[in-house]
């Protein structure tokens, strides 16, 4: 019982793809369990984070492209400076993210939306949705 | 049969919370699966360490201020400088972590212990712990 | 049903144990649900990497090293200080990682492997794989 939704990332930085997971949580038909939203892509991650001030988003992506900064000197040269260190930045945040969901609702708190978190974009993606529980 | 529990964090640093996973596992009367800790908050996170150095234990908390310090450029001017970098540091560590457990036992080595990582405290704090399994 | 897996770590870096859990899922029998790989280690992660240019492994591995930098100025003495770092990464990366499947096939995009990482080998370790679904 997969679900797979695409987006095109326009830009680096964090997309909100919590709509989707809600969306994909209701047709589910689901009240209580656990689901793990996925990606299958290796220059991209999944995070959580607070919606509420859009600068806060800009200094998560800052950060990471400060911590791991894109630059010619990577071993990996088969493609952009760019794509070597997104692999970086992808292998350490992670390639999924598990919630909860009680009550047909999901385990969110009021400060946390999920988010595709892009690194090597603009580009065609797309993320899963698995779900088990009753 | 979602368990909430909380916490005070008097301090920012790692916080032991493995007695209430295991305690809510025995409670939850279920044998074999998975089951996720979470947390509701966007300025925590939760990780598994060891708690046999304490200080150890420092060093981890010492570095992630290290790798993402406290200061005044973040965008993010809502908060306290502490409140932007922390949204960082979780975004990178993540909200969530999942165990197996297996004939009622947590599927934890005997090295690691589940703490509840606060970057921002200290704070009334919260966790969530979801089962799967039978 | 958790299953274990011993490996022994002939160097630090990421090592491929994409197929052990593609013939544990096999073995399991299921179809549709969610597997957990978890390491019983807290010097040690799970990540998930794209195999395609093993210079890129190498670059994942250099950058962890290059921002939780091996010294001798962690607090915690009790063992190398190699060991003292790798905790530290441990605790950032995390000690599992959750996978979807769907008709018996493992949840992973065509540049997608999973990588026992390790940061203070070589050493005999294990990984353990638990199932939740039908």
């Given at each position: 019982?997969?679900?797979?939704?695409?987006?095109?990332?326009?830009?680096?930085?964090?997309?909100?793809?919590?709509?989707?997971?809600?969306?994909?949580?209701?047709?589910?038909?689901?009240?209580?369990?656990?689901?793990?939203?996925?990606?299958?892509?290796?220059?991209?991650?999944?995070?959580v984070m607070s919606?509420?001030?859009?600068?806060?988003?800009?200094?998560?992506?800052?950060?990471?492209?400060?911590?791991?900064?894109?630059?010619?000197?990577?071993?990996?040269?088969?493609?952009?400076?760019?794509?070597?260190?997104?692999?970086?930045?992808?292998?350490?945040?992670?390639?999924?993210?598990?919630?909860?969901?009680?009550?047909?609702?999901?385990?969110l708190g009021h400060s946390q939306k999920?988010?595709?978190?892009?690194?090597?974009?603009?580009?065609?993606?797309?993320?899963?949705?698995?779900?088990?529980?009753?």
């Amino acid at each position: 019982m997969v679900k797979t939704y695409k987006l095109s990332t326009d830009r680096n930085g964090l997309i909100d793809i919590t709509p989707q997971v809600e969306a994909a949580l209701a047709e589910s038909g689901l009240s209580d369990g656990i689901l793990l939203v996925s990606i299958p892509h290796s220059t991209a991650s999944l995070t959580v984070m607070s919606p509420w001030d859009p600068l806060g988003l800009e200094d998560v992506h800052d950060e990471i492209n400060r911590i791991v900064p894109t630059r010619i000197d990577f071993k990996h040269q088969y493609d952009t400076p760019q794509d070597a260190s997104a692999h970086v930045k992808a292998a350490i945040v992670g390639h999924s993210r598990s919630f909860f969901f009680e009550g047909g609702k999901l385990g969110l708190g009021h400060s946390q939306k999920i988010y595709f978190w892009e690194f090597d974009g603009p580009r065609s993606r797309q993320f899963q949705i698995q779900f088990v529980g009753q």
